[in-house]
């Protein structure tokens, strides 16, 4: 289970938005590229500026728009012809961008070493990596979790707004890092699978078809 299997429902409550954005001349990369440049003023500014404890609740809001953009410029390439190959490049750098300037600013506030944090943000690079390496093998972008780049939106939105409450970080949380990183080393770990799953699928599907 994924919190990315929702996806096809959010997209109907923002389809009617994202044809009007079409008729405005909005495009795909245009929605991509402003997200990413949001995501990282907004990690960047508070692992910087070190702000009070409020700040973080900038974090879930924009996780909530942000995923809103994400669905937004897929739409716009699927469903509006928009889809060129710098869109596919974009799509996937500025996800890993994104995140990597979002869960930065945490190193500051969470109990426990940075360490975990650091390879929290490896990871999820190469969860993503691990997804999209799917089309190159004959099969299709992997989306599996248990922790892909929606279930990480919700943690780690879950804990901006627990920091901006002030509430108290317990000492168990130390291993909150830890517990994610093991996860998305899962989540890469099923999607390489599935991919090749998948491929061999079609590979044995075109065997048969092909045989006399």
């Keep these: 289970m994924s919190i990315y299997q ?8 923002l389809r009617p938005g994202v044809v009007r954005l079409h008729a405005w001349g909005v495009t795909a990369n245009q ?36 995923m809103a953009f994400n669905a937004v410029d897929g739409m716009l390439a ?27 600013p ?20 190469l969860s993503e990596f691990a997804g999209a390496l799917g089309s190159t093998v004959g099969a299709s972008r992997r989306y599996e979790g ?4 929606s279930d990480r939106a919700f943690v780690f939105g879950a804990l901006g707004l627990a920091l901006a409450l002030e509430l108290s970080m317990p000492g168990w949380t130390a291993l909150l890092m830890p517990l994610l ?17 998948e491929r061999a699928v079609s590979s044995s599907s075109s065997t048969t078809k092909g045989s006399p």
């Design 31 to 66: 929605v991509t590229v402003l997200a990413c440049v949001i995501s990282v003023a907004l990690g960047l500014g508070l692992f910087f500026l070190a702000p009070s404890p409020q700040a973080f609740a900038l974090i879930p809001l924009w996780m909530f728009v942000r």
């Design 146 to 149: 248990p922790m892909g780049k």
């Design 6 to 13: 929702l996806k096809p429902a959010f997209q109907n409550l």
């Design 181 to 197: 990183a093991f996860l998305i080393a899962l989540t890469t770990v099923r999607r390489v699978r599935s991919a090749l799953a």
């Design 106 to 125: 945490f190193a500051l506030v969470l109990p426990g070493s940075p360490f975990w944090l650091g390879l929290v943000i490896v990871l999820a690079g």
């Design 78 to 104: 699927r469903e509006h012809g928009q889809q060129t190959p710098l869109g596919t490049f974009l799509n996937e750098l500025t996800d890993v961008v994104s995140d990597a300037a979002l869960y930065l």
